[in-house]
């Protein structure tokens, strides 16, 4: 009779035939926790990316959560289409209600106005991700488009490993969302910082694969009858410690091999024969509020000196101030081509405090001789008027000294000279706003200047009258400009690529210049300067007869800054005004948050696009989005709910409807039984009959088997007698004890809460499918 009640051979073969995993196996909790560590390793390497840690628990939730939907869609075995639906509608809400909760309903539901603010976002991220030189901070459309990567991508590794079932393609992909910031900053942290723990959960995931292999064809019984299934197996082990020492051996051997730590045969950043991709002028205002104010550079000079970076030549299509290309050559015995030899000379000493790992090295105007650091070949750029260390990088307490030649220019010869401009030394794009070149023209008319010199002094003096503010809407683009105009209120960046657009409006050929200004003087020292990122500053050079006269248009609140005037075109001493208030110190700039509008306007803002609204919400900073899901209110008002849900799964699981009859009470204790084996991760597959699966459970003991035949009797009998009954409930409260004897009580609780939950979870997937 037994026998013949149980399920044929050949079907439970046909359901558990290779290429088709039980969908109990998908859904297990430890194949889920594995691809989340999977995505957790993959997304570490961000933190090369972004500057402050602000960009952590957005990505981390991220990654997180679409992971967790996609195990419940699974659990309650909803269509996979329907499974994309919810990913989809999940990661709308999750970006509403994380990066622009401004434009939530009642702050939970999204409105039209959330899809219109996240496009805007994400056209402005894209623009700006070819411009920004990482790491860059957490902005909110940058985050926005971290997060929505960092989603999909985790999307397709859980549907890849645990779907689909192919946990090599699942490893790739991660992988791949791994290695795109350490292709944006190679340098960093050691290596194997980042790649180990990407490494132990690859081989996590794959190791969950073989597991797979084996429940693909049923419980494996050793000949003393024990299952195997769900147990861990002597090739698992194995296994598991040849992934653990590949692992190490990699990591010990990798640095013998040929090429490691190597310069890489190609580079687009930072090379010395090549072009440098990074824009200075991006970081200017977040130097100037920056909170750290201590030193970057230490000068002895025996006059206040600009120390430029690099020059931006070029004003782009996409109106952007930006460099046209950096080829630094070797010097000749530190003799720098192209040095004016005057009599007015001055030794400039800098000391390297805090500026490590930059590219380009700080340096006074008219330089005509350089030495660099011991071990070290210095590298000029002579159109850009730009050194470099080649492939080393400026580091702490690094020593140079630079002789500069001033100019002795005659104001009055220059204002009489009218030199022809090489033609990209004037070039500006067509969308260039009119009222620029308006502007420019009325000021020289009303200034009576008739020759480039007199016009770049009657412009500087102009736009130095205007309102100095750390807090305007940065930028120096074609909408921001028009703005800057309109409200004469800026900072050196849209004073600097205003004027240079302003004189090549005449002919005139400019460009910016960035660095730094002199600095604050040592009071019992004449000489020494200490430079901070609050004299981050960018100013204008003009060219007269071949030589780059600077220009300062910016009235910085400091009066930190050397203007040239008619009769003084190389001024000794800074504009200082004792009673203003230095950048580094305004209040509000030193609270402010690096919001979406900051100096990486840079390139394309886009803000005639951008309505005010939609600029009031992405104002959101990416710190206020990590406090948001850090806040105490929200964080217990998660685990309330989520603890709510879970209550009312384990009260589902456990409501039954009283019994009526001994067949009733018997499948009333198999089910109690099978919430048990599930609480102790032995869920009942699909495959099993209730003798297989209780035996299984029982591990040999004869509560099992009684128990299982009672069940079998209760399933297919006509009748089942109340000794059935007694007998199987005696069994099943027999082989419960069994099962939790050894365990702690909390391991107990923890093991009824896991299998009542569980079933609350059948029992809500039947409601929906009978609905």
């Given amino acids: 009779m037994t026998t013949l009640l149980e399920r044929p051979q050949q079907q439970r073969r046909d359901r558990a035939r290779p290429g088709r995993a039980p969908q109990v196996r998908r859904a297990a ?42 195990y419940l869609t699974r659990r309650l075995r909803v269509a996979w289409w329907a ?101 944006i ?25 073989s597991e797979r292999d084996v429940v693909r064809w049923g419980p494996v019984i050793t000949p003393a009858g024990r299952s195997l299934s769900t ?37 687009l950043r930072g090379r010395a024969t090549t072009t440098l991709t990074d824009n200075p002028i991006v970081q200017l205002r977040t130097n100037l509020v920056a909170s750290d104010t201590g ?41 720098v081509p192209g040095g004016r030899f005057t009599n007015r000379r001055k030794q400039v000493r800098v000391q390297v405090m805090d500026l490590d790992n930059a590219v380009l090295v700080p340096a006074p105007p008219g330089a005509i001789r350089f030495e660099a650091p011991r071990g070290v070949t210095p590298r000029y750029d002579q159109r850009t008027s730009t050194f470099t260390f080649g492939d080393d990088r400026l580091q702490t307490d690094q020593r140079y000294t630079v002789v500069a030649s001033a100019s002795q220019f005659d104001p009055e010869v220059a204002a009489a000279v009218d030199t022809p401009a090489p033609p990209r030394l004037t070039a500006l794009p067509e969308q260039v706003p009119p009222e620029v070149g308006e502007l420019a023209r009325e000021i020289v008319a009303e200034a009576d200047a008739t020759t480039p010199f007199l016009q770049a002094l009657a412009i500087q003096n102009e736009l130095r009258t205007w309102e100095y503010s750390l807090q305007p809407p940065p930028g120096h683009s074609g909408v921001a400009m028009r703005t800057f105009l309109e409200q004469r209120v800026g900072y050196c960046e849209q004073f600097a690529g205003t004027m240079a657009v302003m004189l090549r409006t005449l002919g005139i050929p400019s460009r910016v210049a960035v660095g730094f200004t002199p600095g604050t003087v040592d009071p019992e020292d004449p000489t020494l300067w200490t430079v901070s990122w609050a004299n981050a500053h960018a100013w204008v050079e003009v060219r007269f007869g071949g030589e780059w006269i600077a220009f ?17 075109i190389t001024p000794t001493s800074t504009v200082q005004e004792p009673t203003a208030t230095t950048p580094d110190s305004q209040p509000a700039a030193a609270e402010d948050e690096f ?42 008002t998660t685990a309330l709910l989520a603890a709510a849900v879970l209550l009312l799964l384990v009260l589902l699981g456990r409501r039954a409807t009283p019994a009526a009859t001994p067949a009733e009470r018997v499948l009333e204790v198999r089910e109690r039984i099978g919430r048990l084996g599930h609480g102790l991760g032995a869920p009942a597959p699909s495959w099993e009959t209730d003798r297989e699966y209780l035996e299984r459970l029982a591990q040999g003991s004869d509560h ?32 419960a004890v069994e099962l939790l004897q050894g365990r702690s009580a909390w391991r107990r609780a923890l093991i009824r809460t896991r299998g009542d939950a569980a079933a609350g979870v059948r029992r809500v997937r039947s409601a929906l499918r009978r609905s």
Wanted: charged share 15%; proline share 9%; aromatic share 6%.
């Fill in 29 to 70: 909790p430890p194949g889920t926790l594995r691809v989340a560590a999977l995505v957790v390793a993959a997304i570490l390497p961000f933190g090369r990316v972004f500057v402050t840690g602000a960009w952590f628990l957005p990505l981390l939730f991220a990654g997180l959560l679409p992971v967790a939907l996609s």
């Fill in 185 to 209: 900053v190679p340098h960093g942290d050691a290596p194997w910082v980042l790649a180990a723990p990407l490494l132990l959960a690859s081989a996590a995931v794959m190791l969950a694969r």
């Fill in 595 to 636: 919001d979406l509008f900051d100096e990486r306007e840079a390139l394309q803002n886009r803000a005639d696009q951008v309505g005010s609204e939609s600029g009031t919400v992405l104002s959101t900073s990416a710190t206020e989005v990590s406090r948001r899901l850090s806040d105490p209110t929200v964080v217990s």
């Fill in 83 to 183: 499974g994309i639906g919810v990913l989809v509608l999940a990661w709308l809400w999750y970006v509403a209600i994380t990066l622009l909760p401004a434009t939530l309903w009642a702050g939970v539901v999204p409105t039209p106005a959330t899809a219109r603010v996240t496009v805007q976002a994400a056209v402005i991220a894209t623009e700006r991700i070819a411009v920004l030189p990482a790491p860059v901070y957490p902005e909110i459309p940058l985050l926005l488009l971290a997060i929505s990567g960092v989603w999909w991508v985790a999307s397709s590794i859980d549907v890849l490993a645990l779907r689909l079932d192919a946990p090599g393609k699942a490893i790739i992909c991660a992988t791949t969302l791994w290695v795109v910031p350490l292709a």
């Fill in 295 to 335: 030193a970057v550079l230490r000068v002895r000079s025996p006059e206040p000196v600009y120390l430029r970076s690099t020059a931006l030549d070029q004003y782009s299509d996409t109106e952007t101030w930006e460099s046209s290309g950096i080829t630094p050559r070797p010097l000749d015995d530190g003799l």
């Fill in 704 to 735: 099992g088997a009684e128990l299982a035949s009672a069940v079998t009797t209760a399933r297919y009998a006509p009748t089942v007698s109340d000794a059935v009954a007694q007998r199987a409930e005696r069994a099943g409260d027999a082989l």
């Fill in 231 to 267: 147990k861990r197996t002597p090739r698992h082990q194995a296994a598991a410690a040849l992934s653990i020492c590949a692992l190490l051996a990699g990591m010990i051997v990798a640095g013998t091999l040929p090429g490691f730590g190597e310069p890489p045969w190609y580079e």
């Fill in 552 to 568: 300062e248009p910016t009235p910085r609140s400091d009066g930190n800054v050397l203007v040239p005037s008619v009769t003084d």
